[in-house]
T-cell receptor
Framework: AQKVTQAQTEISVVEKEDVTLDCVYE???????LFWYKQPPSGELVFLIR??????QNEISGRYSWNFQKSTSSFNFTITASQVVDSAVYFC??????????????FGKGITLSVRP | GAGVSQSPRYKVAKRGQDVALRCDPI?????LFWYQQALGQGPEFLTY????????KSGLPSDRFFAERPEGSVSTLKIQRTQQEDSAVYLC???????????????FGPGTRLTVT
């Protein structure tokens, strides 16, 4: 069965600090997809990134960067120079290709990030 | 364009009442998912539709939960004889393509917060 673990529950940083959110996953599939979503206080989940299991190239998008390592089953997310608007709950999620007609997402429990001015 | 919309945003029901939650996916999106998010937890999968076909309902917690998408667009999640443990945020998500070949990102609505008293 697939599983996503976000060991950190709450992180508090001061504005402009860098912060890394950890994600570890378990799956028996060789082909799978990993996601990060952001849930601000308004409640709506906002898609941030999707990675395929066969593409370990790390990615940078503005202040966001992602580090995918199959060897350690990790998909970590870093925010550089954090801002107050980054305060939210961040979820890592996994989807297995073997799920066939259903690419349902399995989510971690989320990490609450608070960025203080 | 318009995103996924859900109504009502908030619902208070007395234990034993029936409720119906509505989801309007992004126009043209084939796949539609329902998730349940308990307080402080990540979303958990309930059911999946591809067009009007309900292909997976393995996540529905009991036979009191029923979902439909009769014309392949709007979906309704119905909960009969609500119990206190049903209190949660119910999230709807849509995705542009049929699941299976690859896992596309899912676009989430704002959710319906259900409180059963």
């Amino acid at each position: 069965a697939q599983k996503v673990t976000q060991a950190q529950t709450e992180i508090s940083v001061v504005e402009k600090e860098d912060v890394t959110l950890d994600c570890v996953y378990e799956t028996r599939d060789t082909t799978y997809y990993l996601f990060w979503y952001k849930q601000p206080p308004s409640g709506e989940l906002v898609f941030l990134i999707r990675r395929n299991s066969f593409d370990e190239q790390n990615e940078i998008s503005g202040r966001y960067s992602w580090n995918f390592q199959k060897s350690t089953s990790s998909f970590n997310f870093t925010i550089t120079a954090s801002q107050v608007v980054d305060s939210a709950v961040y979820f890592c999620a996994l989807s297995e290709r073997s799920a066939g007609a259903n690419s349902k997402l399995t989510f971690g429990k989320g990490i609450t990030l608070s960025v203080r001015p | 364009g318009a995103g996924v919309s859900q109504s009502p945003r908030y619902k208070v029901a007395k234990r034993g009442q029936d409720v119906a939650l509505r989801c309007d996916p992004i126009s043209g999106h084939v796949s539609l998912f329902w998730y349940q998010q308990a307080l402080g937890q990540g979303p958990e999968f309930l059911t999946y539709f591809q067009n009007e076909a309900q292909l997976d309902k393995s996540g529905l917690p009991s036979d009191r939960f029923f979902a439909e998408r009769p014309e392949g667009s709007v979906s309704t999640l119905k909960i009969q004889r609500t119990q206190q443990e049903d209190s949660a945020v119910y999230l709807c998500a849509s995705s542009p393509a049929p699941a299976g070949r690859r896992s596309y990102e899912q676009y989430f609505g704002p959710g319906t917060r259900l409180t059963v008293t």
